[in-house]
């Protein structure tokens, strides 16, 4: 058996597997998966014994740590406009500048955006939310319109803003967790 396919037949572990797993959601968090192409590749991931076919699931996926293209006509990529936590924490509060498109994705974690003193770059502001066992809390200040779309995500603000507010777009995807937006901290 030559080295190349002993290596495809080597049995993967759950580590291996977990490690598919947050590239996958990093693609998806990313915009290079569909929501229902990045459920299809869980499956067949967790369905995986071999390290040949955790490689076919990601095969089309850019490497982990591979370098971005930057935007033609600019010297680097923009930063602060994704954020990943991998069994820890993101937080994001206080007086900080939040992009019209701001991803966040947190793998067997917890997160925390606190959008009451974060500065808005638009009038709508898209945030791109994955939660895979972890839970992911969004505070919103007063006037702020929230829409939400995706799987596992709620949202719990209180009053009517006015026509013209600016609006919170959450997108999300909460695998065993959960993604909540609202305008209030309970206490404990």
Not at 116 to 134: I, P
């Amino acid at each position: 058996m030559s080295v190349e396919r002993h290596s495809q037949a080597v049995r993967a572990s759950d580590r291996d597997r977990d490690e598919v797993l947050v590239r996958l959601h990093t693609a998806f968090a990313e915009g290079r998966l569909s929501e229902a192409e990045l459920d299809e590749r869980i499956d067949v991931t967790l369905a995986a014994r071999t390290h040949g076919q955790l490689r076919a699931v990601a095969a089309d996926l850019p490497a982990t740590g591979a370098p971005r293209v930057a935007p033609e006509g600019s010297d680097r990529a923009p930063a602060g406009r994704f954020q990943l936590a991998y069994k820890g924490s993101v937080k994001r509060a206080g007086r900080w500048r939040l992009p019209e498109r701001f991803t966040v994705a947190v793998y067997k974690g917890t997160g925390l955006l606190d959008l009451r003193a974060a500065e808005l770059d638009g009038q709508v502001t898209t945030l791109r939310v994955l939660a895979y066992k972890s839970t992911v809390e969004i505070i919103v200040p007063p006037g702020i319109r929230v829409e939400t779309d995706g799987v596992g995500v709620s949202a719990e603000v209180h009053g009517v803003p006015p026509a013209d507010a600016p609006v919170v777009h959450i997108r999300g995807y909460a695998y065993k967790g959960a993604i909540e937006a609202k305008d209030r901290i309970r206490r404990a």
